[in-house]
């Protein structure tokens, strides 16, 4: 790997050209489009100026105090539904058993998030909110639609709340949290594959202490606690661990659309749109009855796997993004053209990832290309008009730190 430093060799062709405005998922109006800061030490006839002073931003502790007040008040009363339902044995068994879905699902996100992984604590964030919050919500609206449910016989109210209440009060519990995270920490929502993790990452938690119940209740009413056990942890954790995912992450999907171009109000729009689907997908999986076997490999099944195509889909426009935002930094000296394709393609990463590890350089490597990356979406930030001062001052900070990522993978 080569420095940006004097005696580099000069950019093919490609590189000297015009930006061009990409056509995939991260296209910007053509009026926002600007020039990549230019490097003054690898090109001393471009000077910039830094830009002025960024507008005060609060950060996430506002977010993450309010969501920490949200969930302890929470867990106050699901914790004690969940006990008054499963008894200790049943809460305990089902606590476990419940991991094993839950582990399946965090490794997908872990997987998904691997390109431009989004920070910790709003990850956590995500989780407790469908663990507890999005949970005691769901109980507290409930009672609402008992109301309205059909008392003619026992299976037309159960009908009624699977199909129905549950759809509809589920997604638009779990979906607050998406709102929540869009309008609080939109700096770190930029698009559908974030909307995805996000969305993925509530409703693991929300699966999760749903699972806890019905593996709990098992335990706790049958009289035969073993093979209802299984069939049900067959059911919930071995056909159906990415259903709750799937439902919100439609919901995820849009708003993540929304996302690229920021606006309040199209952020709320967007989640009213984006709950119709989910609530549409959550209520044919309740839907299904004596033919649930039939329907789940005709029907669900492929809707897993086209998920699953539009979630690859959506992760290479992400990596094309990265390559096309990194190409316009190397124009302006920050980056070589070999750096570009070491840091925004997979197989460059792979193989820088192999060249760091022989020289004990692993943790800087990895460094280097997270500071790139993030650098890359400050871009993207910058380019599709959202608060263009605040992220121009933040891409003035990470470009003054890629030349000591660099140095610490070198040296």
Same mark, same amino acid.
């Given at each position: 790997?080569?420095?940006?430093?004097?005696?580099?060799?000069?950019?093919?062709?490609?590189?000297l050209?015009?930006?061009?405005?990409?056509?995939?998922?991260?296209?910007?109006?053509?009026?926002?489009?600007?020039?990549?800061?230019?490097?003054?030490?690898?090109?001393?006839?471009?000077?910039?100026?830094a830009?002025?002073?960024?507008?005060?931003?609060?950060?996430?502790?506002?977010?993450?105090?309010?969501?920490?007040?949200?969930?302890?008040a929470?867990?106050?009363?699901v914790?004690?539904?969940?006990?008054?339902?499963?008894?200790?044995?049943?809460?305990a068994?089902?606590?476990v058993?419940?991991?094993?879905?839950?582990?399946?699902?965090?490794?997908?996100?872990?997987?998904?998030?691997?390109?431009?992984p989004?920070?910790?604590?709003?990850?956590?964030?995500a989780?407790?909110?469908?663990?507890?919050?999005?949970?005691a919500?769901?109980?507290?609206?409930?009672?609402?639609f008992?109301?309205?449910?059909p008392?003619?016989?026992?299976?037309?109210?159960?009908?009624?709340?699977?199909?129905?209440?549950?759809?509809?009060?589920?997604?638009?519990?779990?979906s #607050? *949290?998406?709102? %929540? $995270?869009? /309008? =609080?920490?939109? @700096?770190?929502?930029d698009g559908?594959v974030?909307?995805?993790?996000f !969305?993925?990452?509530?409703?693991?938690?929300?699966?999760?202490?749903?699972?806890?119940?019905?593996?709990g209740?098992?335990?706790?009413?049958?009289?035969?606690?073993?093979?209802?056990?299984?069939?049900i942890?067959?059911?919930?954790?071995?056909?159906?661990?990415?259903?709750?995912?799937i439902?919100?992450?439609?919901?995820?999907?849009?708003?993540g659309f929304?996302?690229?171009?920021?606006?309040?109000?199209?952020?709320?729009?967007a989640?009213f749109?984006?709950?119709?689907?989910?609530?549409?997908?959550?209520?044919?999986?309740?839907?299904?009855?004596?033919?649930?076997?039939?329907?789940?490999?005709?029907?669900?099944?492929?809707?897993f796997?086209?998920?699953? #195509? *539009?979630?690859? %889909? $959506?992760? /290479? =426009?992400?990596g @094309?993004?990265?390559?096309?935002?990194l190409?316009?930094?190397?124009? !302006?000296?920050?980056?070589?053209?070999?750096e570009?394709?070491?840091?925004?393609?997979?197989?460059?990463?792979r193989?820088?990832?192999?060249?760091?590890?022989?020289?004990?350089?692993?943790?800087?490597?990895?460094a280097?290309?997270?500071?790139?990356t993030?650098?890359?979406?400050?871009r993207?930030?910058?380019?599709?008009?959202?608060?263009v001062?605040?992220?121009?001052?933040?891409?003035?900070?990470?470009?003054?730190?890629i030349?000591?990522?660099?140095?610490?993978?070198?040296?």
């Open positions: 790997m080569s420095s940006t430093n004097d005696g580099r060799q000069p950019y093919p062709r490609p590189y050209e015009p930006a061009a405005n990409p056509t995939w998922i991260g296209r910007v109006e053509p009026g926002n489009f600007q020039p990549a800061p230019g490097n003054p030490v690898a090109l001393p006839q471009q000077h910039w100026a830009p002025g002073p960024a507008r005060r931003r609060r950060g996430l502790l506002p977010l993450m105090v309010v969501g920490g007040l949200l969930v302890f929470s867990m106050v009363l914790i004690p539904f969940l006990l008054g339902n499963t008894g200790v044995t049943g809460f068994i089902g606590f058993a419940s991991l094993v879905p839950l582990t399946v699902v965090l490794l997908t996100v872990r997987l998904i998030d691997r390109w431009e989004e920070p910790r604590r709003l990850l956590w964030f989780f407790t909110w469908g663990a507890a919050v999005s949970v919500a769901t109980l507290l609206i409930q009672p609402v008992a109301l309205a449910a008392r003619s016989s026992e299976d037309a109210f159960t009908y009624f709340m699977a199909t129905v209440e549950a759809p509809i009060v589920e997604e638009f519990s779990k #607050l *949290g998406l709102l %929540l $995270l869009l /309008l =609080a920490a939109r @700096k770190y929502f559908p974030d909307g995805i993790v !969305a993925f990452t509530i409703a693991a938690g929300f699966a999760f202490t749903e699972n806890i119940l019905y593996f209740r098992e335990i706790a009413s049958s009289s035969q606690p073993g093979p209802d056990f299984l069939r942890f067959i059911l919930r954790g071995v056909m159906s661990p990415f259903a709750h995912a439902f919100t992450g439609t919901t995820g999907l849009v708003m929304a996302a690229r171009k920021w606006h309040a109000g199209y952020a709320v729009l989640f749109v984006g709950l119709l689907p989910a609530m549409f997908l959550h209520n044919r999986w309740n839907s299904m009855g004596q033919d649930f076997l039939a329907e789940y490999f005709v029907v669900q099944v492929p809707i796997l086209v998920a699953a #195509l *539009g979630v690859v %889909l $959506l992760r /290479l =426009a992400e @094309k993004l990265t390559r096309q935002r190409m316009e930094y190397a124009r !302006a000296g920050w980056f070589t053209p070999a570009v394709e070491m840091l925004a393609t997979a197989h460059g990463r193989q820088a990832q192999r060249w760091a590890a022989s020289r004990g350089r692993t943790a800087q490597m990895r280097f290309i997270r500071g790139a993030a650098l890359a979406f400050t993207q930030r910058i380019l599709s008009g959202r608060d001062m605040a992220h121009q001052h933040d891409e003035l900070e990470q470009l003054q730190g030349p000591t990522l660099r140095s610490a993978v070198l040296n």
